[in-house]
């Protein structure tokens, strides 16, 4: 299908599922499992070769799909992702909220795309539900409730709010349309002293709706059943009827006679849907979303939603109290030894890595990347699409306008004349960087200097005046050698620059400019 090649890492309890889904469209282009007994029916059955994991990364596979252990997952993504490989994983997308985030960031940095196995949006029922829903057939939601309940399979690494209510969180927030306000969960370890094996989570959401999900592998019989009830209707989706009873509408109504509620019952509606195993729908839906290069429906903020309600559900049952969640999902990503302190300001799309500090009311723009080791503030003003490497330091008083490179170690000094003994914070000058400049690797830049546009210095320079934009600066104190372009190419004598072909001239003040292509010879 599509001539998408797809390995699958997991050939095991649910792993196999979707070996063969895949091996049905056409995709699976090998598998992989720690276990070789595991890994080698697999091959048998679906006639594809077994892989270590160095040789799926390093293989021509367009996608990876994941369905190893949950504390697995962070890890598996992360290489799979770096190697280049679109990304399908099981649910949880992690064990930990700092992982996701970073995993969500790394997908938009390779430009892979990352979607997480939360089954039941997928699944015919459901997508007939959220259509109903759209076209205001149950009119404003109220009260959502989920039971998924079973004997078993009972785990050692997860609870059951890990293991089960996933799918659950998924669908209600895609109900909702939104993250819930608070959180609290309770429940009760009987099988082991550490791991929940029944618990009960309520979430609540600005719009008033109110939601529980009760899941359990310590209950008597199975249940997977979701009730949405709303102002002018209810239905139920029941994953254990049949396919032509698996979703019934309920058209019930509550009318207010002399101001109090009276209901009004209306005969129960089986909704017919399109028969289609919701695996095979999820399976198809990640190959397109790599073949027409759109966003998966479940994608790693998706993901990363579910994840940050499972975590608040387990800070409440640990704490016994409601979990506020802040319902805004970061739009960017900082790395948990980071520390960005109150007041500073970071744009979408940004990436700040290990032990960076961003120091009070310092400005980030968009789609930055600040390597490890970065300090940057009190009062500094970063602009869109820098790169700052590993150790720089930018002080108050400095200021990067867009698109500016700093390379490993580069220094920015704040005053003249430092002494320990003395302040001097009356004495610091600014140093203003502006679009394009690219600043080389130990490079040196004296406070109270303009580096000017698209100017190069070059590694160890030491910059100890205003540069001209374009300027190419080496040395100590620097010095101009020639030009760069927009591009950072040095110019040669025709100053055209050998990868964009633009045309440059020096004006008669010594300034270089772009000029049309048929009139770029140098003025004097």
């Known amino acids: 299908m599509d001539n998408i090649k797809i390995s699958v890492i997991g050939c095991g309890y649910w792993g196999k599922n979707l070996v063969r889904n895949f091996s049905q469209l056409g995709a699976l282009y090998s598998v992989c499992d720690a276990s070789p007994e595991l890994a080698t029916k697999a091959s048998q059955d679906y006639s594809v070769p077994i892989h270590t994991l160095d040789q799926v990364l390093q293989s021509d596979v367009d996608g990876v799909v994941i369905a190893a252990p949950a504390a697995q997952h962070y ?43 939360h089954l039941l949006q997928y699944h015919p029922a459901f997508l007939e539900l959220k259509r109903l829903i759209s076209k205001g ?18 785990r050692n690494e997860e609870n059951i709010l890990w293991s089960f209510a996933p799918h659950d969180i998924s669908m209600i927030l895609a109900l909702a349309d939104d993250l819930p306000e608070s959180v609290y969960a309770t429940g009760a370890c009987h099988l082991n002293p550490r791991i929940h094996d029944v618990t009960t989570t309520h979430l609540t959401f600005k719009s008033g709706i109110e939601a529980h999900i009760f899941v359990s592998w310590l209950h008597p019989f199975k249940e997977q059943k979701l009730v949405v009830v709303g102002d002018r209707g209810m239905a139920v989706f029941d994953d254990g009827c049949d396919w032509g009873e698996k979703l019934k509408l309920y058209p019930h109504k509550v009318n207010w006679v002399d101001g109090l509620p009276q209901p009004e019952k209306a005969d129960m509606v089986n909704v017919p849907l399109d028969v289609s195993e919701p695996l095979k729908l999820e399976c198809q839906h990640f190959i397109e979303s790599i073949s027409k290069k759109t966003e998966p429906r479940t994608n790693g903020e998706e993901g990363l939603r579910v994840l940050q309600v499972l975590d608040a559900a387990q800070q409440s049952l640990q704490s016994k109290n409601t979990v506020s969640l802040d319902k805004k999902i970061p739009t960017h990503f900082s790395h948990e030894t980071a520390v960005i302190d109150s007041g500073c300001t970071v744009g979408e799309g940004t990436k700040i890595w290990h ?30 699409r820098c790169k700052i490497q590993n150790n720089v330091s930018l002080y108050k008083g400095v200021t990067l306008a867009d698109g500016v490179f ?26 203003y960087v502006e679009t394009g400049v690219t600043i080389g690797a130990n490079a040196t830049i004296i406070c109270g200097n303009r580096l000017g546009a698209y100017s190069l210095i070059g590694a160890a320079a030491v910059i100890t005046k205003d540069v001209p934009p374009h300027a190419l600066m080496v040395g100590n104190p620097a010095k101009q050698v020639g030009w760069v372009s927009h591009a950072g190419e040095k110019l040669a004598e025709d100053l055209i620059c050998p990868r964009e072909n633009r045309h440059y001239a020096v004006t008669t003040d010594g300034a270089l400019k772009e000029v049309k292509n048929e009139n770029h010879a140098k003025t004097s």
């Open 355 to 384: 032990f960076s500090h961003i120091l009070g009311n310092t400005k980030i723009g968009s789609n930055c990347t600040i390597a490890q080791n970065v300090m940057i503030g009190p009062d500094v003003v970063v602009g869109d």
């Open 406 to 431: 700093c390379g490993p170690s580069c220094v920015f000094t704040n005053v003249n004349t430092p002494r320990a003994d003395i302040e001097r914070k009356d004495a610091f000058l600014g140093t």
């Open 137 to 154: 057939q149950l009119g404003r939601l109220q009260y959502v409730y989920s039971n998924r309940l079973n004997l078993g399979k009972f």
């Open 75 to 117: 890890t598996l993504t992360k290489q799979a992702l770096k190697a280049g490989k679109h990304v399908f994983v099981e649910k949880p997308l992690s064990l930990n909220v700092n992982e996701a985030q970073e995993l969500c960031a790394l997908s938009k940095e390779v430009d892979r795309k990352l979607m997480v196995g």
